[in-house]
């Protein structure tokens, strides 16, 4: 095994959370998870998001409660949700004991910007009698003035001391049911932020980038920071977070943790740049194999190259593949060429050979 692929599989030994049905640790596949940009008052909206999500593979859903009516509504969302439903509660703790008492299997929150002692203990009592865990989150755009003053800015130390705090505070409750997140939108931040606290605590990690950007800047950026944590076995929850269709952060979440062979999200996809050597036009028979091939569930690798340069090497170390001639291209099945096929053909005929193995 190479280096890079005992990295892969190496995990941070952390505590393991349930969060509803889907647990969260290092004895569990690194979820993946996502938020609804709907009003959560609107149940019916909300209620489609998040069925569309789950489609999509997202497996644990959160859903901002910005006041009293929003944590009404999730009495009437949560039966409807096939995935578990986390609370994202800001400041108001009377909204944190309300999404409790409506069936969250999660909530989100800063103990420490949730009102007095008094009130932390009384959210901290709701979650235990009800078994709910908390992610405490902690943003590098919203640290506390002290910290900010006595680290002369946001710091990946500034971020830890914080979450370190929240982490006191509810363990001075006996409450140890808890996720942690550190999330900045600078990826150098991040990083260090979870490398010093992995060293702090076992409690499991939700990782991501806040306010990373639109859907290509932001899946780069992305995909750069969880990369890196995940490499480093850092990371038992994630969510991708992209400005837009958060269905894109599921597919975004998906493809990280297949490329890194951490999850099995069905069909590997190889396809080569393509130079002056390809004699067919690769870029339309990828696209439209790739088209044809989402949503479907096969553990195998596709390869579609453009020459026979790389192409037969890459092509047989795939499952099935192609390697591209003038107007024409090779198919490859486990190694063993079995047929030469036209331009206008190759998708309809690999796709049938894909679907029969």
Known sequence: MSQLQGLTHFRRKTRNV????????SNFPISIQSMTNTDTRNVQATVNQIIALTDAGCEIIRLAVPDQEAA???KKIIPQSPI??????????RLALAAISSGVSKVRINPGNIGSEARIAE????????NVPIRIG???GSLEKEILQKYGGVTGQGIVES?????????????????????SSDIRLTYEAYNILAKECDYPFHIGLTEAGTVFRGTIKSSMAMGALLL????????????????????????????????????KFVSCPTC????????????????????VNKNITVAVMGCAVNGPGEAKEADIGIAGGKDSALLFKKGEIVGKYSEEEIVDVLYEEIMKL
Request: charged content about 20%.
């Open 232 to 267: 480093n076995g850092y990371g038992d929850t994630m969510r991708i977070s992209l400005t837009g269709d958060p269905i894109n952060e599921i597919k975004v979440g998906k493809e990280i943790l297949k490329s890194l062979d951490l999850r099995d999200f069905g069909i």
């Open 72 to 74: 009404e509504a999730l």
């Open 138 to 140: 902690v943003n590098g």
């Open 163 to 183: 979450a370190m705090t929240h982490i006191a505070m509810l363990e001075a409750h006996q409450f140890e049911n808890t996720i942690v997140a550190l999330k």
């Open 123 to 130: 959210v901290v009592a709701a979650a235990k009698y009800s």
């Open 84 to 93: 578990p439903v986390v609370a994202d509660i800001h400041f108001d703790y």
């Open 18 to 25: 349930m969060v509803g049905s889907v647990g969260i640790g």
């Open 276 to 295: 002056g050597r390809c004699q067919l036009n690769l870029e339309k028979i990828a696209n439209a194999l790739e088209g044809k091939l989402e949503g």
